[in-house]
């Protein structure tokens, strides 16, 4: 699906345009991004080295205002790593925590799939549970709490695949992709000198953002809509090319996703574009193909558009009545 093109709610336009001073041709994955993390959400961000995906996450994070932190995942990186580690202090005789780089605001969680499942596990539970668990201690999370998880390509040597029950974590994926010609041009021109990272400041403090995503908890969502998200979710299980369809989680995530991109466009209520925009980045990677589909080089996202096609759409006028 095209993105749609409206007007874009004011605070939110001023974060696209502080990103687009760094970022050249992101647009979207500026956008989407922003779609997560105003829905509590997180991303998944499969691409190849050198896109921008890092540049991206901080200047993000620049942007609001947050604590930026970094995670460089590698095949040695242990759970404590992530979440932090309770130290003995002889001098006052008692435990000390020292937080892990998962207690920050927007965390970029570098090449999640070079390391070991179990350190995975570490980040993904507090993606899930907005708190994570050391030494039997609940250690709750700050708000905003935003999780960019950057991976190679399955195709590269020395990766763990996330399995599928962790790809469900992530609200969505998406891909970057390599700049035109033209925006390469550009991109070259603006990095010549000092990089344009530090001449942006922030446009959104920590506080006005949780305003916002309690906000878009406000937007209204039909029933006739959400009788749509649940007829595709239905579809994507009842599919011939698919093993596994998409699980309750995901129709939930697809409304809050629709939720947060109507807010964006400065709208209280969702209408069906929202969902059909989204449906591919928050639905394709929560489902499982069928060994023949996969050797037929079926995609995930062309079962996603044939039902867009096939399914039923509410008849706008209805919605917000």
Known sequence: MSQQTFLLQPKISEVITNINKVMIGKEEAALLSLVALLAKGHVLLE???????????????????????????????????VTGVSIYNPKEMEFEFRPGPILGNV??????????PKTQSALLEGMEETSITVDGNTVPLSEPFFVMAT???IEYEGTYPLPEAQLDRFLLKMKMGYPSAKQEMEMLSRTSGAHPITTIS????RDELVGLQKEVEEVYVDTTVNRYIIDLITGTREHDSVYLGVSPRGSIS????AKAY???????????????????FVLAHRMILTS???????????IIEGLLSSTSIPVKRNIGE
Do not use: W
């Open 47 to 81: 691409d190849v080295p050198g896109v921008g995906k890092t540049m991206l996450v901080k200047t993000l994070a620049k942007s609001l205002d947050c604590d930026f932190k970094r995670i460089q995942f590698t095949p040695d990186l242990l759970p404590s790593d």
């Open 151 to 153: 991976q190679n390509p």
């Open 202 to 205: 922030s446009v959104l403090s």
């Open 262 to 280: 109507a807010f964006i466009h400065d709208r209280d209520y969702v209408v069906p574009d929202d969902v059909q925009y989204l449906a591919p």
């Open 107 to 116: 965390v970029l969680a570098d090449e999640i799939n070079r390391t070991s």
């Open 254 to 257: 697809l409304m809050k996703a």
């Open 292 to 302: 023949e589909a996969r050797f037929e080089g079926t995609t995930a996202e062309t």
